[in-house]
C-alpha cells in the first residue's frame, strides 16, 4: 500500500509574502521547486535547481554548468526548425524529443542539428534520432558521445514519407559550458 504526501502549494506572488512554520516545506508552482521555512522569513529559503547551480567554481570564477534549453515546436511542412540553439562551446549530451500532439503528414522524421561555422552550413544527419515515431507520447533520447559544438546550432526536424501537416514535437537540448576564470 502506497500513500501519498501532498505539500502546501501556492504560486510565486503569494508564497513571496508568505511565513511559513520552521521546517515547514511549500512547494512555489510558478516556479516549480520547494521552499524551506524557519518560522519567521517571509518568502522562505527557495530551493535551487540544478541549472542554477555553478559546479566546482575555482577561485577565479572557472566554472562548469550544466542546463537544459527546451521548446514546443510545431511542425509543418517538408521541416521545422526550432528557435532555441545548442549553445556556442558546449558539450551536448543528448537532444531529446516527445511527440506532444500527434505528427501527420509524415511516416516518421530525424532529428538533426545544423551549424553555419566559417560561412558554410553542415547537418549531422540524424546526429540525435531517425525515423522516430510520430503517435503522441513517443519518445526518444538522442544520447551523443558527448559532442563538442564550436558554433550555435539549430535543431531540424526533417519529415520522412511525406511533408508535415500537423502536430508538436518537444524538443530539449541537454549540454554542458565551461566558463573561463576571470583573472
Not at 501527420?104 to 544527419?125: C, K, L, P, R
Request: net charge neutral.
Amino acid at each position: 500500500m502506497s500513500i501519498q504526501v501532498k505539500r502546501r502549494r501556492d504560486a510565486a506572488s503569494f508564497l513571496s509574502t508568505f511565513t511559513g512554520a520552521a521546517g515547514e516545506l511549500l512547494v512555489d508552482t510558478t516556479n516549480s521547486r520547494v521552499q524551506v521555512h524557519d518560522g519567521s522569513t517571509p518568502g522562505g529559503f527557495p530551493a535551487a535547481k540544478l541549472s542554477e547551480v555553478p559546479c566546482a567554481p575555482s577561485p577565479h570564477a572557472a566554472n562548469i554548468q550544466f542546463g537544459v534549453l527546451e521548446e514546443l515546436v510545431t511542425v509543418s511542412g517538408a521541416s521545422a526548425v526550432s528557435t532555441i540553439q545548442i549553445p556556442n562551446r558546449a558539450i551536448v549530451f543528448a537532444v531529446s524529443v516527445r511527440v506532444v500532439a500527434a505528427v501527420t503528414g509524415a511516416t516518421s522524421y530525424n532529428v538533426d542539428a545544423t551549424t553555419t561555422y566559417n560561412g558554410s552550413v553542415g547537418a549531422t544527419g540524424g546526429q540525435f534520432g531517425a525515423n522516430l515515431g510520430i503517435s503522441a507520447g513517443s519518445i526518444n533520447s538522442g544520447v551523443v558521445g558527448p559532442t563538442a559544438w564550436y558554433a550555435p546550432s539549430t535543431i531540424t526536424l526533417t519529415a520522412n514519407g511525406g511533408g508535415f501537416t500537423g502536430g508538436q514535437v518537444r524538443v530539449a537540448i541537454q549540454y554542458a559550458l565551461f566558463g573561463a576564470p576571470t583573472s
